[in-house]
């Protein structure tokens, strides 16, 4: 009877570790957005390899998640969140050897996004500014961004 009980104890535990590893696994990779549908357009994030940019604004709303949604066809202000080092050390003047960071946000409004399209939201640093535009997924340039503000309140 004691085996009996030490083997279903191990049975359980294994199992309840493979669950835990298969979930983990399951929050840990990336999710894809799906399937481009005919009625929305798809916005993509761009950005320099040690810079990041967050979704940021949709029309004034706030984004849920790091991305922006799939859109409506029509007109629409995109704002993102752009973090990158400063160049030089110390960044700001500062006599460290710690990186210093500067974050922006930039924003770019267009009024033709069309249904089923994919579109890029390519933001860079150049120097100590944001620079971005938005661009066709075929490289043409659609339209510029302008910095909103920048800071560490950002």
Not at 86 to 107: F, H, N, V, Y
Request: overall charge neutral; some cysteine.
């Amino acid at each position: 009877m004691k085996n009996a009980i030490t083997y279903r104890s191990v049975a359980v535990s294994g199992l309840l570790l493979i669950t835990t590893v298969t979930l983990l696994g399951a929050c840990s990779t990336p999710q894809s957005r799906g399937m481009m549908t005919d009625e929305r357009a798809q916005i993509a994030l761009e950005t320099g390899v040690s810079d990041r940019a967050e979704a940021y604004r949709l029309d004034g709303g706030l984004v849920d998640g790091l991305r922006f949604p799939d859109l409506t066809p029509g007109s629409h202000e995109l704002r993102v969140r752009h973090h990158f080092e400063m160049p030089g050390p110390g960044g700001s003047g500062k006599l460290t050897a710690d990186p210093q960071w500067e974050r922006c946000i930039i924003g770019v409004r267009y009024d033709d996004f069309a249904a089923g399209e994919k579109y890029v939201f390519e933001i860079e640093r150049r120097g100590f500014h944001s620079f971005g535009w938005l661009r066709s997924e075929g490289g043409e340039k659609l339209a510029d961004a302008k910095v909103i503000r920048c800071g560490p309140a950002v």
